[in-house]
């Protein structure tokens, strides 16, 4: 895992395009390369290159995970829990004790991961996802308590 850099931006797009059906733009990740308030890493395979990122960004002492995904040919070997808890490793070491994050309500696998590192449901937002219509669930992760 490193930080990303610009030269990373085709295939941060190509997996954003294949994993979600309301993909973030190109200016939505560039904006974010150099921001010392946003966690913004890739992970590497030998195999397929760049398999996957995280984005989180933090306030004072609250944090989000803002997107999350993971090539599909890397999938299920552990590489978005990897990038997931390298986003609550760095809320530790930024005293951030809250971590929230918005996820589809279809999205079992999502939810399975999240649920495993400690994140637990607080509210619903209904209607909240375009392309489909869909509610999101809000969790958080109390932080101090891992
Ligand atoms: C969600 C996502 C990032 C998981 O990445 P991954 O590298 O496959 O996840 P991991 O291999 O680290 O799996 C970690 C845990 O997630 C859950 N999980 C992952 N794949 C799963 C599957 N197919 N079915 C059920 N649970 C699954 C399990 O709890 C798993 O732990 P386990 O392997 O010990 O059982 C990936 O599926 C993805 O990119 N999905 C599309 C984008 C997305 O939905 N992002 C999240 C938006 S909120």
Redesign the pocket.
């Known amino acids: 895992m490193r930080p990303a850099v610009a030269s990373d931006m085709i295939a941060v797009l190509d997996i954003e395009a294949h ?2 059906s309301d993909p973030w733009h190109r200016a939505s990740f560039e904006r974010l390369i150099g921001d010392m308030r946003v966690h913004f890493a890739v992970a590497t395979s030998a195999d397929i290159g760049l398999a ?1 990122y995280v984005v989180a960004w933090y306030v004072m002492d609250e944090g989000e995970i803002a ?4 090539a599909l040919p ?10 997931l808890d390298s986003a609550i490793a760095v809320a530790r070491t930024r005293a951030v004790t809250t971590l929230y ?4 309500d279809s ?4 939810r ?2 999240y ?2 590192r400690g994140f637990h449901q607080i509210t619903r937002r209904r209607r909240y996802y375009r392309r489909p219509v869909e509610d999101a669930l809000v969790l958080k992760l109390n932080v101090s308590l891992g």
């Open positions: 994993a979600f996957g997107n999350l995904a993971v890397a999938r299920r070997r552990g590489i978005g829990g990897v990038l994050l918005e996820v589809r999205n079992q696998v999502a399975a991961l649920e495993s």
